[in-house]
């Protein structure tokens, strides 16, 4: 028996391809002689150094008996699923197992943090174009891991190019601006991938367990599939391969990330958003309310011309946990700045800003007083408005600036 190993990946070929396993071949052993029902167990000796830069994370691992005379192979040249499943001589498995506890801290790739998880090769092994589906599925015994981590799929640059367009279509995702996606669903199909002929991709598969989310359970699964996208006349659905991940989560004592009260400020102001430290190492992302990242660290200042909502990540480097946060910073636009002389006994200069808006008035009413209300009309192209206060009553008064039917500012001045 002979195993070849090779990258992870869910359409791996027999010999072709950077990720075909042509090259890759820990030493042969001797099989003993079985009897009809017998079985043997034999260990082969893997040495990582031997390990390529395309394939140095996940591996997949191919078992051929390549001499038996009383049943040889049969080989589907760059179709190694018909090679599995005709031949009674040939196993493949890709299987990951993910243990997440504190001290296994995320991985950082190229100067960039990712999440758990690893990076999984598909592609087209044939020498013809051909569609071809992708499956995500999180299922499990009891929770589903997409209902206690956040999971995501980060392409490589040239199967973007193919995929993003289908993905506009797709229903529980969000589309990042990194070449990747939040999975939303227990299982994420990618129907009709046009692949090119001999092409070969990698995917990141994702996982970062969310501490709101967490509770007894440990266990968790995470399975990257890839079929072909018309069913085969014998076969039904044509799968190419799969790559399955086995996840346990460790205990880890829950932390909340929190980015503080809501604000408001006027417009041009600036301020500084503080996020509360959770008391161990953690990275603090802020993204805007089009989900693009503006900042990392823990304070962060802004000057937003509109109401904001911001949202706050935070990552625990020792586990890779994480939670979120949003806080709204509210921007006055449509304020009164200053009411002068106060008190007044004639004339009463009102400084006031409105923006954007169709209509505004000052509505007078007396705050000691019994003097009838007044409203002004405002020139929602001006800042400033002169009242004559000769006529009125004795007392403090409230300026309430309305726009658009809606109470946005007040002010008091006192007639003497």
Known sequence: VKVYYAAAGTNATWPWGSSGFCNNVL?????????PGESTIVELVLDPTTFGSYCNTNHCFLARIENSLGDPIVDHPNDLAQDIYVNNNIAMRNVIFYDIYAGINPPMIDDVQYPHGGFVAF???QGVAANYDLILNTSSFERDLFEVAEISLKFDVSSWEIIH??????????????????????????????????????????FSFLTDEIDTQK???????????????????????????????????PFDADAGNEHEIDLGETLTLIADNIGEYATYNWYDQNGDLVHTGETFTVSP???????????????????????EVNVKRNKINTISPNPGSTLVNVDY????????????????????????????????????????????????????????????????
């Open 219 to 253: 266990n968790f699964e995470m399975h990257f599939l890839q079929k072909k996208s018309l069913p085969s006349a014998y076969q039904q659905d044509a799968w190419t391969g799969g790559v399955h991940m086995y996840i346990e989560r460790g205990n880890r004592v």
């Open 27 to 35: 030493p042969s052993v001797a099989l003993p002689v079985l009897q």
């Open 305 to 327: 011309d509109f109401t904001r909502i911001y949202t706050l990540e935070v990552i625990a480097t020792a586990d890779g946990f994480k939670d979120y946060a949003e806080v």
């Open 165 to 206: 367009p289908i993905l506009l279509n797709l229903p529980n995702i969000e589309i990042k601006d990194d070449y990747s996606i939040n999975v939303k669903t227990n299982e994420l199909i990618i129907p009709n991938i046009p692949l090119p002929p001999n092409s070969d991709y990698k995917v990141y598969c994702g």
């Open 123 to 125: 592609g087209n092994a």
């Open 353 to 416: 800003e409105v923006s954007e808006v169709n209509s505004a008035y000052f509505m007078i009413i007396g705050v000691n007083t019994n003097a009838p209300v007044s409203n002004y009309i405002l020139d929602v192209n001006q800042n400033n408005l002169t009242l004559d206060v000769s006529n009125y009553l004795n007392g403090v008064y409230s300026v309430i600036l309305i726009c658009d039917g809606e109470i946005v500012d007040f002010s008091n001045f006192e007639k003497n």
